[in-house]
C-alpha cells in the first residue's frame, strides 16, 4: 500500500469533468482519478473546511458508522479494471476490520470526514500513476485545492488561451445589470 494525500481537486476548462489529484507521500509522483461533481464538491467542502448546516451524503455516512460503533480505520484505491478505479472503505467492528466496495470518490469524501490515512495499491500506482513532466502545463485545469500560492505550473499562460481568450475578449459587458 502506498500512502497518498489529496494534492488537489481540479475542474476541465474543456469538459468541466472533475479530477481529484492524489499525491504520493514524499514524492512527485500523482493518480488523477475522474470524478463526479457532487463528489468533488463533498471532498472539496471539506478540505475547505466549509461546514453544511444539514448532513450531506458522506457525511450521513460517517455518521452512521460510528453510530453502529463503527471506525473508518483508512480507505485504499485497491483495483483498476477496463479503466474504471475501485476502491474499499477499511472498518474495525468489534475489533475485526470490515471492508467495504466502495467508489473511490465517496471513499475519499468519507477519508476527508473521518481524517483517516488514504491509500493506493501498489499495482494500481504502478499502472496508472504520473510523474509530472518538465515544462509541462496544464492550462485546461483549475486548481479548487485549499493552497493558498498556486505554482508557476497550475497558472494559466494568456497565451495559451486561443479562442477562449478572443471569446472573452469579445464579451460586452457594458449592457451587464440593465433591464432592457
Same mark, same amino acid.
Not at 499495482?123 to 518538465?134: F, K, L, S, T
Given at each position: 500500500?502506498?500512502?497518498?494525500?489529496?494534492?488537489?481537486?481540479?475542474?476541465?476548462?474543456?469538459?468541466?469533468?472533475?479530477?481529484?489529484?492524489?499525491?504520493?507521500?514524499?514524492?512527485?509522483?500523482?493518480?488523477?482519478?475522474?470524478?463526479?461533481?457532487?463528489?468533488?464538491?463533498?471532498?472539496?467542502?471539506?478540505?475547505?473546511?466549509?461546514?453544511?448546516d444539514?448532513?450531506?451524503?458522506?457525511?450521513?455516512?460517517?455518521?452512521?458508522?460510528?453510530?453502529?460503533?463503527a471506525?473508518?480505520?483508512?480507505?485504499i484505491?485497491?483495483?483498476l479494471?477496463?479503466?474504471? /478505479?475501485?476502491?474499499?472503505?477499511?472498518?474495525?467492528?468489534?475489533?475485526?476490520?470490515?471492508?467495504?466496495?466502495?467508489?473511490?470518490?465517496?471513499?475519499?469524501?468519507?477519508?476527508?470526514?473521518?481524517?483517516?490515512?488514504?491509500?493506493?495499491?501498489?499495482?494500481?500506482?504502478?499502472?496508472?500513476?504520473?510523474?509530472?513532466?518538465?515544462?509541462?502545463?496544464?492550462?485546461?485545469?483549475?486548481?479548487?485545492?485549499?493552497?493558498?500560492?498556486?505554482?508557476?505550473?497550475?497558472?494559466?499562460?494568456?497565451?495559451?488561451?486561443?479562442? /477562449?481568450?478572443? /471569446?472573452?475578449?469579445?464579451?460586452?459587458?457594458?449592457?451587464?445589470?440593465?433591464?432592457?
Amino acid at each position: 500500500m502506498i500512502k497518498v494525500n489529496i494534492d488537489s481537486v481540479r475542474i476541465s476548462l474543456m469538459t468541466q469533468s472533475r479530477v481529484v489529484v492524489l499525491r504520493e507521500v514524499g514524492s512527485q509522483r500523482y493518480l488523477p482519478i475522474w470524478i463526479g461533481a457532487p463528489e468533488a464538491d463533498a471532498i472539496t467542502l471539506r478540505l475547505q473546511g466549509i461546514h453544511v448546516d444539514r448532513p450531506l451524503t458522506h457525511d450521513l455516512l460517517y455518521n452512521t458508522i460510528r453510530t453502529l460503533g463503527a471506525e473508518v480505520e483508512y480507505v485504499i484505491v485497491t483495483e483498476l479494471k477496463n479503466d474504471i /478505479f475501485y476502491a474499499e472503505i477499511v472498518l474495525e467492528l468489534d475489533e475485526e476490520e470490515v471492508r467495504i466496495d466502495s467508489r473511490p470518490s465517496d471513499a475519499l469524501a468519507l477519508a476527508v470526514r473521518a481524517e483517516v490515512p488514504i491509500y493506493v495499491a501498489e499495482e494500481v500506482m504502478e499502472e496508472a500513476g504520473r510523474i509530472p513532466d518538465e515544462g509541462l502545463t496544464p492550462n485546461i485545469l483549475i486548481d479548487t485545492s485549499t493552497n493558498a500560492e498556486p505554482s508557476t505550473e497550475e497558472e494559466v499562460d494568456e497565451d495559451d488561451l486561443g479562442a /477562449f481568450a478572443d /471569446f472573452i475578449e469579445g464579451l460586452d459587458l457594458d449592457d451587464l445589470g440593465n433591464d432592457s
